[in-house]
């Protein structure tokens, strides 16, 4: 048996989410035609509380427009120095938006509102003009950790004061929501536009969506057009977002509390010097003594997969198909290590 915990996006489609992918009425949706995606975008729209949503490939496409939407050549991105915007979507943010950006500290990879203050550049030919900031929850960076409301609100105030977009990469959002607590619909309160995953924890195949205002999304899918990801007959994926928001949100918490014990198992061992904490689905184990490619070689030899995250830290993700049978062979394959 092969445990792979690499990504949660290596999750596969259930039966489920199958037959509803299999079942879904579908147009064409570059002509706005498809049913399926039309319904995928109004329903996640409206748990938000948002105005309107743009069904895409990925989360780096969603991203991408965003920042696309709320910057322009000579502007400047404020975001943490471990963001994924900045880290893991190939200099996108220079490419497609020849915008600057400026990169902030913080313990987990998250940012305060009083950083995000003194960080926007005053009105000085010097200086580009800040116009966005974008934030990211869960943090992946950060081994999963949470952003919360309470946190949120004053980086909110702060950027509505000084006239600046507030942009949230939510790829494992509803990670974040199932621990917190937390209504979707405060959350889209308190965003200019934000980044959804659906094939993450969720489970999906392919999938992202972008939510912002009726006039952002118009603007979208232009953006969207240009990056070359329009689709068609998208409905087949559409519906299995539609599926995993109905059915596979709750679960969630399976794979944290799964994740708290992988975390504890491999705290036992004696080339782990830490375990960053464990809020949701991924884990970072800092080594000692080893490197992540001797330590990750090990495991490799008992079918286990991980990903180096650092000169010393290996991560591990949990997700659907990573069960309690997976976790306890787990825990008996890296005894043996």
Known sequence: MLIDLRSDTLTRPTPGMKDAMFAAPVGDDVFGEDPTVNALEEKIARLFGMEAALFCPSGTMTNQIAIRLHTRIQTEVICHQYSHIYLYEGGGIMANSHASVKLLPGELGKITASQIGESINPDDV???????????????????????LDEIKPIHAICQEKGVKLHLDGARLFNALVETGESPADWGAHFDTISICLSKGLGCPIGSVLLGSKAAIKQARKVRKVFGGGMRQAGFLAAAGIYALDNQVERLKEDHVRARELGDMLSKLPVVSEIFPVATNIVIARLEGTTPEEFMKKLAEQNIKSVKFGKDLVRFVTHLDFGDDNLEEFGKRIREI
Do not use: D, F
């Open 126 to 148: 010097h200086a580009p003009e800040t116009t966005m900031v974008s934030l990211e929850n869960t943090m992946n960076k950060g081994g999963g950790s949470i952003y919360k």
